[in-house]
């Protein structure tokens, strides 16, 4: 069991087992105080990761674990810049402790915005009724001139309807005439010139008139201006009834559309009303930052371990062998200048 968590610390370090094996006990309790701190770093990012996933990106239980697995990861890898490095230098603490303090309120933010989820909850109704009344009298403007566009075209409409009436009116029926042409033959008699009679059949064009009626075409087009004028009136009914509830509609739209930004103005706008909020979000904050700094902080209060010592022992035999390794080359070649 002992050997499987000394594997464990090295996974999440990153230290090499192969090595710490054949270091003594100091090195594997600094190893287990690393992975240690790790872990708790690691559990708090997880959930952080989680909910945060769930309650603002709206993902799936899947999603909700790849994100809380892409935040371990993370943090693994930033610690491990500091535990792995034998002599940090004050540019990468620095960086370091600016990092924690950021993450820090960061992870202090999600938390509250989770724990006082009720409270914000409460707030958000101020805030939602202070963004409708931004909203409303814009809205309300809108529809009224939409609403008077629809009174102009309805008038338009009945008039041009009442025109179509009064035509019918008038001339309910239109008349117009047709003519045809036939050709009739009649016989006519005639001498020649001998004296005797002769028949010739000669044909004259026989033209008649006949007159007609039909309704008149506009009496279909005030059919169709019924239509018009009543598709008109649904749609200001529905106008008219979108003004009379429009401020419980914004309100609800508004209700389903707030974000991670909107809920965090939410929180600013409780914690300065409240002393109570404003020491219990410090104190997350300071929660944060004490633990995200437990890795530093421990690294900066040691000495150097036999581990740490058998690396750079690693580092400088191999040093030695590369430059051993040059000079016999360099020996040979000039053993051999041709």
Known sequence: ??????RFGCFMTGQNYNILRGCSEAASKALKKYTAAMLIVCILWFFIGFTF??????ANIVGC???AVIAVVIIIQIERQIILSINPGKPLLI???CLAFMMSILGAVIIDQILLAKDIETEKITYISNRVNEILPMKTEELRSQLFALDTSIAAKEREKQEYINEVTRNPVIKYSTSSSQMSSTPVTYKDVLGRDS???VSRPIVSI???AIANPK???IASADSTIADMRKLKTAKENTLLHIRPSLEKEMEEKVGFLDELKVMVQLISKSTVALAFWLLWILFFFFIEMLV????MGEEHSDYEKAVLHHKKLQIWRLDAMAKGLDAGNAGNPG
């Open 1 to 6: 069991m002992k050997n499987v968590w000394i």
């Open 210 to 212: 006949s007159n007609n």
């Open 65 to 67: 674990l790849l994100a």
């Open 296 to 299: 530093l902080v421990s690294k």
């Open 53 to 58: 996933a769930q309650r603002y990106l709206l």
């Open 95 to 97: 960086f370091r402790g």
């Open 199 to 201: 028949i010739v059949m």
């Open 219 to 221: 009496t279909a087009l």
